[in-house]
């Protein structure tokens, strides 16, 4: 059982920016790959960026060149920093963990609201 907690949402302007934290309360060298994913508001939930174990990331396009994803072992966290905000941002950021064995887990979430 893998448990994640997210944190560092909130409230900021436009063209801002906020780093998202991950724990996770197993040691993240047993967590294949673990990403960000956003589901704004009235819409279905999306991957914005993952990184594997072997630190290979993954970026929706949306993301690209605005979000880093990076992952501290020693700290069993994954960051998700975001640059240049934008309204269409808006969403709860879920992380998501896949273990060695198949398993996905999900954290219960961390709402980015951008607003002026």
């Known amino acids: 059982q893998v448990q994640l907690v997210e944190s560092g949402g909130g409230l900021v302007q436009p063209g801002g920016s906020l780093r998202l934290s991950c724990t996770a309360s197993v040691n993240i060298f047993s967590i294949i790959t673990m990403g960000w994913h956003r589901q704004p508001p009235g819409k279905e939930r999306e991957l914005i960026a993952a990184?594997?174990?072997?630190?290979?990331?993954t970026y929706a396009d949306s993301a690209k060149g605005r979000f880093t994803i990076s992952r501290d072992y020693a700290k069993n966290t994954v960051y998700l920093q975001m640059n240049s905000l934008k309204p269409e941002d808006t969403a709860v950021y879920y992380c998501?963990?896949?273990?060695?064995?198949?398993?996905?887990?999900w954290g219960k979430g961390t709402l980015v609201t951008v607003s002026s």
């Open positions: 998501k963990a896949t273990t060695y064995s198949g398993m996905d887990y």
């Open positions: 990184i594997s174990s072997v630190g290979t990331t």
